[in-house]
């Protein structure tokens, strides 16, 4: 698909509520202004829902020093290691190192909330853990369609109570938004194959 820019993002979510296109993001309107409310919310709601390829990195986990792993209690030697949640991820999926068998689904893990150093931090007992997540990829040239689709439902489901003042218009535009992700986890389905049929890693590889 053609690259695709934050007004068009914005005016494809407006067009779902019949309202009309705003030109600039920055522009003095009551569009503009719901859109650049609610845009950033539903970006990250969006990215967070699928395991967009676009949007997929595999990095090497950075074990974390400062969390303490607990040696004492019921929940000693439950998890043994603890690595830094990247600060670039919007969504973990998947742990796994070199010897793990199904990579698809990976090894335990878990998200956990670091009240000392206040940070996220991801416990498990995977040793020299890769990480698979989702990046917090901005650049609007690097969305599919699919997801282009999916985050205009999102975006207008934000907006709809202020625009239309229908509440119940929003709980549609989420019905929509839930079937763009079922659609565009049935495509993912049939674009991440590889030779033996299983489902291959993709990267997006500029983390700037």
Known sequence: MPATSQTEIINLALGHLKQRKITSPTEVSVQAQEAMRYYEIARKEALRSHDWGFATVVKDG???????ISTTGVYAGEWLFAYTYPANAVAIWHLYNEATVDKDNGELFRVLYDDTNNKKVIVTNTENALIEYTFDVQDTTMYDANFVTAFGWRLVYEMAPNLTGDDAVAGEMMK???????????MSSYEARDEQGKKTKSSYEDVR
């Open 62 to 68: 950075a074990l974390d020093a400062t969390y303490p």
């Open 176 to 186: 929509m938004f839930n079937m763009a992700i079922s659609e565009a986890e049935r």
